[in-house]
């Protein structure tokens, strides 16, 4: 069974930054082929923001938030993390953290409509 339990969320100023964290089930190096992250704004659909494959720690991230957010991974701890920098107001969010099992999964193009995914955590953004 897959669990994963975002934290971190809350209000952040515009150009500020806020580090969200998600705590995986199980050891991440050994069961996981990619983790990342998605967001989803009202009114709009899922967004898949940024993706790392865990045996290598290649990232890949969308235009949206390239240059400001970070993806990370800590095995040890069995958690990832989305460090965001120069938050704007089009950043705020529901923030999903997601893991895949299988390397279809990963396809960044799809990336926040397949595999596991956490309940998420809010971020807004006040200018």
């Known amino acids: 069974q897959v669990e994963l339990v975002e934290s971190g969320g809350g209000s952040v100023q515009a150009g500020g930054s806020v580090k969200l964290s998600c705590v995986a089930s199980?050891?991440?190096?050994?069961?996981?082929?990619?983790m990342g992250w998605a967001r989803q704004a009202p009114g709009k659909e899922r967004e898949g923001i940024a993706r790392i494959y865990i045996n290598d720690g290649s990232t890949t991230y969308s235009d949206s938030v390239k240059g400001r957010f970070t993806v990370s991974q800590d095995n040890a701890k069995n958690t990832l993390y989305l460090e965001m920098d120069n938050v704007q107001p089009d950043d705020a969010a529901k923030y999903y953290c997601?893991?895949?099992?299988?390397?279809?999964?990963?396809?960044?193009?799809?990336?926040?409509?397949?595999?596991?995914w956490g309940q998420g955590t809010q971020v807004h953004v006040s200018s």
């Open positions: 997601g893991a895949a099992l299988r390397p279809p999964d990963c396809y960044f193009g799809t990336w926040g409509t397949r595999g596991y």
């Open positions: 199980g050891d991440i190096n050994a069961n996981y082929f990619c």
